[in-house]
């Protein structure tokens, strides 16, 4: 039975290419959402791009019919601009206040209540990213429901960049021995490229090892970094050992680090990075960045200079690092990075156009990127160059991202096959008993 999809606004303002996906259904487009995509398109950030994007994809349809009486899509479905179904007649009783929202809802219900008189009726649906705009389309009757296109993988099937697998006692001793092992003699899922492998002695769990693969020779290798000490950290459990496996290897250029606040991830990756770039000399600078939510934001609003403007929002990059050098005062530590000079910290609002060769660059709080922004991020990475996203998809500021379609996720997913990445997912918290029992309980 073919359907009849009704647009909310933050559909198109989430993913311009939203109208291919509904196949052979009847896509509709209230007028009032025009109006409301026409307000954002002078933002200079993502919901600006958006919503000039949507507008040139429905300008394009434009050329080959009458939108108000329906065009045809590429995948067999119509697109319309729906002008008439306005009536508040049938809403006013229960919304009565003529907003934007209510405007759109008013469209689907009118059409809802339409084909149920007709024989060969369509079931319409109201897609929307606003829970709240589903709740109330709900108790109208009518169907709703949320944009998961963006979805880049159900919740149960995220990649964790590792394994736990039950191996005999002989196999595991030969891995002690030789430093390697075949992947095809453990019994475990299908392995990617530097994904980790702890393997336990099925007889005594507690004696463990853990190792990567190398894909090139189907290996699972010994760790080159379990104990090495960055900067005086040293890994506290096996997921930091991971880290900072992922963080020194020079042949892998895009680490991604997921876990809940407290893991370590931030500290981790600036303690490598310091000794990256101070000790080893294997990169001419470290630029941290993180964004700012929403990305390219003007920083305007706080009052002085670049850098006055930009540290309430690096602040906790700050924080890191005066644990690592060791200070107590933000002057201490401002005084060493501008004798350093080797180390940047940047906001990423002005990233596109750069070419970025022979650094290691930091993005923290990736979750709170869009595939577009995270594809702009990583197109800037230059020869000799190495970044790491870090992020907790729990904690998600951005009002169109969720944990399952934020740019960091599509980064995990997108590139856990390719040998020139690798990821691990943090579990345990490192910070104190009381931020693990809060990340847990709340």
């Known amino acids: 039975m073919k359907k009849i999809y009704v647009l909310d606004t933050n559909v198109l303002l989430q993913d311009p290419q939203s109208i291919y996906s509904f196949d052979e259904h009847e896509v509709v487009i209230p007028a009032v959402v025009l109006e409301e995509v026409d307000s954002k398109k002078r933002n200079m950030d993502e919901l600006g791009r958006n919503a000039r994007e949507s507008s040139r994809i429905i300008d394009r349809f434009r050329q080959t019919g009458q939108l108000q009486s329906g065009v045809q899509l590429p995948n067999g479905g119509v697109l319309r601009i729906e002008l008439n179904h306005r009536s508040f007649s ?11 929202d209510n405007r759109i809802l008013a469209v689907a219900l009118n059409l809802h209540l339409e084909e149920e008189k007709k024989e060969e009726r369509k079931e319409v649906v109201l897609v929307s990213k606003d829970i709240l705009m589903r709740v109330k389309a709900d ?48 019994e475990c899922k299908h392995l990617c490229p530097n994904e980790f492998v702890v393997m336990k002695n099925e007889m005594n769990p507690s004696q463990s090892a853990i190792g990567f693969v190398e894909s ?17 950290v040293r890994a506290r459990n096996a997921q930091q050992v991971m880290a900072l496996e992922l963080l020194f290897r020079k042949d892998i250029p895009l680490v991604t680090m997921v876990g809940k606040a407290g893991t370590g991830k931030t500290l981790l990756a600036l303690a490598a990075g310091l000794m990256q770039v101070e000790d080893l000399g294997l990169y001419k600078k470290m630029l941290v960045a993180r964004p700012i939510v929403p990305l390219g934001k003007d920083i305007g609003y706080l009052p002085g200079e670049k850098e006055e403007k930009l540290k309430p929002w690096m602040q906790p990059i700050y924080d890191n690092l005066e644990y690592l050098f060791n200070v107590k005062k933000s002057e201490d530590l401002e005084n060493i990075l501008s004798g350093i000079r080797s180390i940047q910290v940047e906001p990423l609002t002005y990233i596109r156009g750069r070419s970025i060769p022979g650094q290691l660059i930091l993005i923290d ?25 870090l992020g907790d998809p729990q904690q998600i500021d951005h009002p169109y991202l969720d944990e399952l379609n934020n740019g960091l996720m599509h980064v995990v997913e997108k590139f856990k096959h390719h040998e020139l990445s690798g990821h691990v997912t943090m579990l345990k918290g490192e910070r104190s008993d009381l931020a693990q029992l809060s990340a847990d309980l709340l």
């Open 90 to 100: 049938k809403l006013e009783s229960v919304f009565n206040e003529r907003t934007n």
């Open 139 to 186: 108790v109208l009757g009518i169907k709703a429901e949320d944009f998961l296109n963006e979805r880049i993988v159900l919740e149960e099937h995220l990649y964790e960049g590792f394994q736990e697998v039950f191996v005999n006692e002989g196999h595991l001793q030969q891995f002690f021995q030789l430093g390697k092992l075949p992947v095809n003699i453990i």
């Open 216 to 232: 090139n020779t189907k290996q699972i290798k010994k760790c080159n970094f379990t104990n090495e000490i960055a900067w005086g």
């Open 365 to 389: 709080e990736a979750q709170n990127l869009t595939k577009h922004e995270v594809k702009t991020i990583l197109t800037r990475i230059g020869e000799g160059s190495k970044i790491v996203l």
